[in-house]
Every structure is written in structure tokens, then in C-alpha cells.
């Protein structure tokens, strides 16, 4: 079985370029060239068929009969009363879901996307991993997240990190085109240096990455700072320990110039103490040697896991200690705490309540 949404027969549009798409309406449509400039244009703004208003009626019905166009329908929405985060809860052309989070930033507005529905990489904290993965998205599935969000909120979206459900390595060409085709100078345009992409570690997908000519931010996430906490917690360790992952981390920075970001959860009890603090200050500084950040993530609950995130004090006390030993960190301020904006959690819920 396809390991991709389920054929429909029909051309997916939105996961063309617009040089793939000029091809196929003289091509597949028999039209004018510029016509495809005009749908492009159309659907970078969330436009459905019916409303791409100076096509003509038969060209409209044409696409209706050919094409896969949809952007996925808001399922659920929730908005924080405290910040503006809003995360919603998409579902797609067979009745999956993912979720998207929309963050109001001083520099701008980035929005959280998923590339796959679950993820099977396993890590025990993690609420989006509960029930596996059922399948990849589609690029058009990832970039209809960011079209839809900029269509519900009126706003224009400037970053994107791709840390919301499933690994994007995992689905990479998925997510590679979904790359190219976000930061389209004709399309959405936006910078691939305010992108991020997060991996819990595929070491072959980093690698390749650094060759894509894609200067994104690589965000790893590490969790922990030996190979037995690690695999404790996330079976991808099993398969690419500590030092051959910090090796591949090097190699993309030789390679792209572009600094890797860390995300480490605390986990209290677990990986939060001070000596936790300075042995991850060994492994970055020996294990990098080039500019590198840390960004330290008090874990958000998950009540069919049994961790629990550190208090404020201690993850404050365990950034004091890496950034004393010259390891540059942070603490990431939590958005949307009155709506549980960390990924997973909606759509767990979706799965056990199907209203």
C-alpha cells in the first residue's frame, strides 16, 4: 500500500512548482502558459477553483475534473487568550489529522507545521508518537497547513519550523519539496534562513540535507547527553549513537555553514540535574567544536507517558550552568499554555473522540 495519501487519479497542483505547473496546463490541459501563472498565484492565497475569478468558466471546470486542489479543513481551533498562539487541528482528504500551531513573534509570525500523520520514531515523551504513524504527507498536505493558517488569520506568515507531528526526515522528499516550494520567490517566499527543520537524529537524512543547497536551520533533537539515557528514551538512538550523530551535525555545518540548533527537553528526574547540565556541556563543546545553540524545552505533560517537566527554577538553573561552561542556551518561553499548544496531544484526542 502506498505509503502516501490514498490516489485519487488526479494531478496535485499545489505540490508543483510553478515551472511543474507551467508544463502541465500547456501539456496536461492543453492552455496558455500564462494561465498557470494565474492559478499559481490563486493558490498561494488559499483560493479554491471556483474563486480563481479571471480563469474562464471551462478552464475552472477543467481543473475541477484533473486536479487535486484542497487545503485541509480546520477540524478544530483553539486561541490563546494570553499570546495569540493559535493551534489547530487539520484534517485531510481521507480523514486523518495533523496539527499546526500559529506563534506571534516581535520579529514576526511563524507557524509550526506537521509532515506526517503520527510518526514512528518512538520516543517515550512524545504524545504524537502514541499511536504510530499511518502515513506521509503530501508536500501540498505540509504547505496547505501554512496556506490555511494565512488564510484563517489574515496574516502573513514569516517562519517556519517543521517540529510538529512526525519526522520530517523520515518523509524526506516530502519535506524537501515542500522546502523549495515554500521559499519560491513566486509563491510564499519565505527565507529559507527562517526556517527550521527538526530530526530526532536520522544520521543518512542529515547527511543528505547538507546537499540539498537549502541553508535551513538543523534542529536535533538531542534529550539527553549519553547513549543509555538516550535509547532509554528514543529508540532512534539504538540505530545512530550519540557520536556518530554529532559527527553527521558537524559534517552539516562544514557543509551549509549554518549553525545547528540543540532541542533539549527536560524531563524531571530524568536529564534536568546538574550534572546532566555538565555532561551536555562536554558532548557539545568536544562533540561540535563550531557555533552551535541550545534550546532547553520544559516538557509539556503527557498523561499516558510517566514523565513529568522540570520546574522553571531548574531548567533556569541548568541553562545558568551550560551557558557558565561557554555552551550558548536558552530557556523557550512557552506559548499558548492555556491551550496546550505542544504538538500531538489534539490529535490524540481526535483519535480517541472521532467528533
Same mark, same amino acid.
Given at each position: ?11 496535485? &497542483?499545489?505540490?508543483? %512548482? ?6 502541465? @496546463?500547456?501539456? =496536461?490541459? $492543453? /492552455? #496558455? ?115 490555511? &493558517?494565512?488564510?484563517? %488569520? ?6 517556519? @519550523?517543521?517540529? =510538529?507531528? $512526525? /519526522? #520530517? ?187
Amino acid at each position: 500500500m502506498d505509503d502516501n495519501r490514498p490516489a485519487v487519479g488526479r494531478a496535485d &497542483i499545489l505540490s508543483m %512548482t510553478l515551472a511543474e505547473l507551467t508544463e502541465f @496546463v500547456k501539456d =496536461g490541459l $492543453g /492552455e #496558455p502558459a500564462y494561465r498557470a501563472s494565474q492559478i499559481y498565484s490563486w493558490m498561494q492565497k488559499g483560493v479554491m477553483i471556483d474563486g480563481m475569478r479571471n480563469l474562464p468558466a471551462a478552464l475552472r471546470e477543467k481543473l475541477k475534473e484533473k486536479c487535486e486542489y484542497r487545503l485541509p479543513k480546520i477540524a478544530k481551533k483553539l486561541v490563546s487568550q494570553i499570546d495569540g498562539t493559535r493551534k489547530y487541528l487539520f484534517e485531510l482528504i481521507d480523514g486523518e489529522c495533523v496539527e499546526s500551531v500559529f506563534m506571534k513573534y516581535e520579529h514576526g509570525n511563524t507557524v509550526c507545521v506537521s509532515c506526517q500523520a503520527g510518526c514512528r520514531m518512538g520516543c517515550r515523551f512524545c504524545a504524537s508518537t502514541l499511536k504510530g504513524r499511518k502515513r506521509n504527507l503530501t508536500p501540498s498536505e505540509i504547505l496547505g497547513q501554512v496556506t490555511a &493558517i494565512g488564510a484563517d %488569520t489574515g496574516e502573513r506568515v514569516g517562519g517556519i @519550523v517543521m517540529m =510538529g507531528i $512526525g /519526522e #520530517p526526515l523520515d518523509n524526506y522528499d516530502a519535506a524537501v519539496k515542500f522546502l523549495r516550494l515554500v521559499s519560491a520567490e513566486e509563491g510564499l517566499n519565505i527565507g529559507l534562513r527562517h526556517i527550521s527543520v527538526s530530526t530526532c537524529g536520522i544520521v543518512p537524512g542529515i547527511r543528505r540535507l547538507a546537499h540539498e543547497g537549502l541553508p535551513v536551520t538543523l534542529s536535533v533533537s538531542l534529550h539527553a547527553s549519553n547513549d543509555e539515557e538516550r535509547s532509554s528514551i528514543m529508540p532512534i538512538n539504538n540505530k545512530y549513537h550519540i557520536a556518530e550523530l554529532m559527527e553527521a551535525c558537524r559534517y552539516y555545518f562544514e557543509t551549509t555553514g549554518r549553525r545547528v540548533s540543540f532541542e533539549y527537553t527536560l524531563i524531571a528526574g530524568k536529564n534536568d540535574s546538574s550534572d546532566d547540565a555538565r555532561r551536555l556541556a562536554s558532548l557539545i563543546k568536544s562533540g561540535m567544536r563550531s557555533p552551535c545553540h541550545v534550546n532547553l524545552i520544559r516538557l509539556n505533560e503527557v498523561k499516558e507517558t510517566p514523565f513529568s517537566g522540570s520546574a522553571k527554577a531548574r531548567a533556569d538553573a541548568f541553562c545558568d550552568t551550560l551557558n557558565s561552561l561557554g555552551v550558548t542556551a536558552t530557556v523557550r518561553r512557552r506559548l499558548g499554555a492555556d491551550i496546550n499548544a505542544s504538538c500531538g496531544q489534539l490529535r490524540l484526542s481526535a483519535a480517541k473522540d472521532p467528533e
